[in-house]
């Protein structure tokens, strides 16, 4: 129900977004949010907060970081998480994750 709104109202404002960017930028960034996917970055490891650290030092306006250990209740993280391991980063669009990496710079990549 609400996504129906949102996107209802979006669209009113569609002619309004593309010739008064200046005055409508927080329906622009709502319009982007609407229409992209979030990305949900999941880190997992031993040295995950410090790979957080370095990744939350990159603007990324539309992507969730989360942080799983084996106890947590993050259901996307169930089965990715091994607190022995080296660092492994998941970039997840809708709750889909492609492929494991082990750098920053891989997952940035990903992200596109």
């Known amino acids: 129900h609400w996504l129906t709104i949102a996107e209802n109202m979006i669209k009113s404002l569609a002619h309004v977004l593309r010739s008064e960017l200046n ?3 927080n329906w622009g960034m709502a319009a982007m949010e609407l229409y992209h ?3 949900e970055v999941v880190l997992t490891g031993k040295n995950m907060f410090e790979k957080a650290n370095t990744l ?3 603007f990324l306006p539309f992507a969730l970081l989360l ?3 084996e106890n947590g209740e993050i259901s996307l993280a169930k089965g990715k998480t091994n607190e022995e391991s080296d660092v492994k980063v998941y970039v997840c669009f809708n709750k889909t994750c492609k492929l494991p990496v082990n750098s920053i710079e891989e997952a940035l990549t990903q992200l596109g």
């Open 23 to 25: 005055y409508t930028a």
């Open 37 to 39: 996917s979030r990305a």
């Open 56 to 58: 939350q030092s990159v």
């Open 67 to 69: 942080k799983a250990n």
